[in-house]
Nanobody, 121 residues
Framework: QVQLVESGGGLVQTGGSLRLSCAAAGRFFSTYAMAWFRQAPGKEREFVAVISRSGATTYYADSVKGRFTISRDNTKNTVLLQMSSLKPEDAAVYYC??????????????WGQGTQVTVSS
């Protein structure tokens, strides 16, 4: 069992930056691939980024590639999402997820409650 808690969301202007953090409680954090998803009002939840267990491999959605960076610290049971050059279309609730495979769909076993990101134009 893994409990995930996101933090770091907030209001930022277009072009600004935010860093989201996901703290994991539970055992064997390093055995899980970690991902970020987001969901805007009226839209389906979408994949943002994923990082493998060791952190050696990452994948990004095309819409965030070059602007967002996912990283993890297995000694602190934490995964980060550094977001730069934010656009209004990045506004959403961002969710952290943990699973056995670094997939780009929603097949993750554990999910956090989400943190709101608002981007003003």
């Amino acid at each position: 069992q893994v409990q995930l808690v996101e933090s770091g969301g907030g209001l930022v202007q277009t072009g600004g930056s935010l860093r989201l953090s996901c703290a994991a409680a539970g055992r064997f954090f390093s055995t899980y691939a970690m991902a970020w998803f987001r969901q805007a009002p009226g839209k389906e939840r979408e994949f943002v980024a994923v990082i493998s267990r060791s952190g050696a491999t990452t994948y990004y959605a095309d819409s965030v590639k070059g602007r967002f960076t996912i990283s993890r610290d297995n000694t602190k049971n934490t995964v980060l999402l550094q977001m730069s050059s934010l656009k209004p279309e990045d506004a959403a609730v961002y969710y952290c997820a943990a699973g056995l495979l670094p997939v780009r769909d929603a097949r993750y076993d554990y999910w956090g409650q989400g943190t709101q990101v608002t981007v003003s134009s």
